[in-house]
């Protein structure tokens, strides 16, 4: 195989927006990917054609004047400001994330993973880097970090993830990486603006009914994985059903017996992971929870990578697969009723993480997954921290203790949404699915 792919792969390249273009894909967005036709787009038959029905299938977005207010102040020339929101699924995030780039400061530089900005030609990357993304480049990422500072203090916003890779986990926020506030705090040493870390979070709701759409994506997972249909099941004990299989299966695929069928599921899962990190005790024994635990290793596989140890095919898959434990953990999870939008995430995360192969339709489905129903898209945003602020009240805080405040923020906006809209959407109540065991 050539090595000019990985070393293209593996290039920074400074971003080049196009303000024209940028302009011009904002109304593609909002029509494509957000509205969609009105009328035509609840026909059925016609509702089921892209851009007919929007992609993301939002009807409203929901940002009131107090918050728009605080966005205006914070995202200005006048500010270095680093914008982040939380990141509860694919595709309609960073479609929402245009959004807030257009109607505050529409040449916003986006960070995006280099598979995405390198990883498809370069004709796409150049189209990328002409929509201001910067390409993440794994232990690379110097480069990308001195654009951001540069571009920020020259007045321009920046906008990253904190939460990394997406989560499919709209209630609660993944512990957040330190970029932001390392890149904050710098900015403070380089530039004389007012420096800003901007959080902003958003809640998509259903409307309507979504459960037909979830019973239909149901069935096609079913037939993924050779199951016999089973739309005698409720939502809660369909769902069940799946994460049952295919967790079985992850044993197998991992080289363990998997656990008697009525074990319920966080207790079979954990029995993985003690099986995985039994398997990769060579690289360090921890203490603490079993996430903790999981943590723990997945940092000493990366130092140990950084080191420059080669990891063997099977150590490859067990590091892999403890990051995705990670992803659906039982502290999200605990509540013994869910409302649809906890099926849905957890059903697109089923098939994110573990069923997209077989088909080109489920290779687009994991980078644009459709949603099951129409939705509102509920946006909010705190009052900035104003990190140099922060730092003179606080002169003992790094990054970690900076990363720590906004983690709590973020978190605390999340739940008071949650809680207001509690009583703008009748609930919908149904059984946790993970406390069930098989359900054959």
């Not at 986990?169 to 870390?197: E, H, N, R, W």
């Amino acid at each position: 195989m050539s090595t000019e792919k990985p070393s293209f792969l593996r290039t920074f390249v400074t971003p080049r927006p196009r303000p024209a273009l940028i302009h011009t894909l904002t109304w593609v967005n909002r029509w494509v990917n957000f509205y969609g036709i009105p009328l035509l787009r609840d026909l059925p038959g016609l509702r089921r054609i892209p851009g007919i029905r929007g992609v993301c299938d939002i009807r409203r977005i929901d940002l009131p004047a107090a918050d728009d207010a605080r966005l205006r102040h914070s995202i200005r020339p006048e500010n270095a400001v680093f914008i982040t929101p939380n990141h509860p699924e694919l595709f309609t995030d960073w479609m929402l994330d245009k959004e807030i780039g257009a109607r505050y400061a529409p040449l916003t530089a986006n960070w995006a993973a280099y598979e995405v900005v390198n990883g498809m030609g370069r004709g796409m990357q150049k189209f990328w880097l002409a929509n201001h993304l910067i390409a993440q480049i794994p232990g690379q990422t110097e480069a990308a970090i001195a654009y951001s500072l540069h571009t920020a203090c020259t007045g321009t916003p920046v906008l990253l993830h904190p939460e990394g890779g997406v989560q499919w986990q709209s209630d609660t926020l993944s512990p957040l990486f330190a970029g932001a506030a390392k890149m904050a705090m710098q900015a403070v040493q380089d530039c004389t603006k007012p420096v800003y870390i901007q959080p902003v979070i958003w809640k998509l709701k259903f409307i309507g009914n979504p459960e037909p759409g979830l019973h239909a994506e149901m069935a096609h997972v079913e037939r993924q994985l050779k199951l016999a249909p089973a739309p005698q099941l409720n939502l809660s004990q369909r769902l069940s059903r799946l994460y049952h299989t295919v967790l079985r299966q992850r044993f197998q695929d991992m080289g363990f017996a998997p656990p008697a069928a009525d074990v319920p599921f966080f207790a079979a899962q954990d029995m993985l992971t003690e099986k995985l990190l039994a398997a990769l005790s060579a690289y360090g024994r921890f203490s603490g929870s079993l996430q903790e635990q999981a943590t723990q290793m997945l940092a000493a596989l990366r130092q140990a990578e950084k080191d420059g140890a080669q990891f063997d095919r099977m150590e490859k898959r067990w590091r892999k697969e403890l990051g995705l434990i990670l992803r659906t953990p039982a502290t999200a999870y605990s509540r013994r009723e869910w409302q649809a939008e906890h099926i849905a995430e957890c059903l697109k995360r089923l098939r994110c993480d573990h069923l997209a192969w077989g088909s080109w339709q489920n290779v687009v489905h994991k980078q644009i997954p459709r949603c099951a129903a129409a939705r509102h898209a509920h946006i909010r945003a705190p009052e900035a921290l104003d990190v140099r602020a922060l730092l003179a009240e606080h002169p003992d805080w790094d990054a970690a203790a900076l990363t720590a405040h906004l983690q709590t923020v973020m978190q605390d906006t999340l739940d008071a949404l949650n809680a207001e809209l509690a009583s703008q959407y009748p609930p919908r109540h149904y059984d946790n699915p993970f406390v069930y065991s098989r359900i054959k």
